[in-house]
C-alpha cells in the first residue's frame, strides 16, 4: 500500500507559478512510477504529467512548456512546477502511482494509487 499526499496548491492570477509536491509513504518510492492528473468541475480527470522511476518523463500539449515534473527518491517526494498558469489550469490536481514503473502512461487506469488532491485556482 502507498499512501500520497498532496500539498502546494492555492489562489495565483494568471501568469504566476506555484510548485505541487506529493509525499508518499509506505512502500519504496522508487519502484513506482509517479504523475499529476487534474479535474475541473464538470470534467473528467485529465492527465498532465509522468514520470519513470528514473526520471524520464513526458506531458500533455496543453502543459508542456509551462509545467515541469521531478521527484526526488531519497525524499519519496514528486513534484509539478507549474509556471506561466492560464485561468484554465484551474482544477484539483491529484497526485497517483503506478506499479509500472518503467511506464509513462496517461491513462488513470494504469495508475494504483491515488492522493486526496490538491486545489489550484487561476485568476484572470
Known amino acids: 500500500q502507498v499512501q500520497l499526499v498532496e500539498s502546494g496548491g492555492g489562489l495565483v492570477q494568471a501568469g504566476g507559478s506555484l510548485r505541487l509536491s506529493c509525499a508518499a509513504s509506505?512502500?519504496?518510492?522508487?519502484?513506482?512510477?509517479m504523475a499529476w492528473f487534474r479535474q475541473a468541475p464538470g470534467k473528467e480527470r485529465e492527465f498532465v504529467a509522468a514520470?519513470?522511476?528514473?526520471?524520464?518523463?513526458t506531458y500533455a500539449d496543453s502543459v508542456e512548456g509551462r509545467f515541469t515534473i521531478s521527484r526526488d527518491n531519497a525524499k519519496n517526494t514528486v513534484y509539478l512546477q507549474m509556471n506561466s498558469l492560464k485561468p484554465e489550469d484551474t482544477a484539483h490536481y491529484y497526485c497517483?502511482?503506478?506499479?509500472?514503473?518503467?511506464?509513462?502512461?496517461?491513462?488513470?487506469?494504469?495508475?494504483?494509487?491515488w492522493g486526496q488532491g490538491t486545489q489550484v485556482t487561476v485568476s484572470s
Open positions: 497517483a502511482a503506478s506499479r509500472l514503473s518503467s511506464g509513462l502512461y496517461s491513462a488513470p487506469a494504469k495508475y494504483d494509487y
Open positions: 509506505g512502500r519504496t518510492f522508487s519502484n513506482y512510477a
Open positions: 514520470i519513470r522511476w528514473s526520471g524520464g518523463s
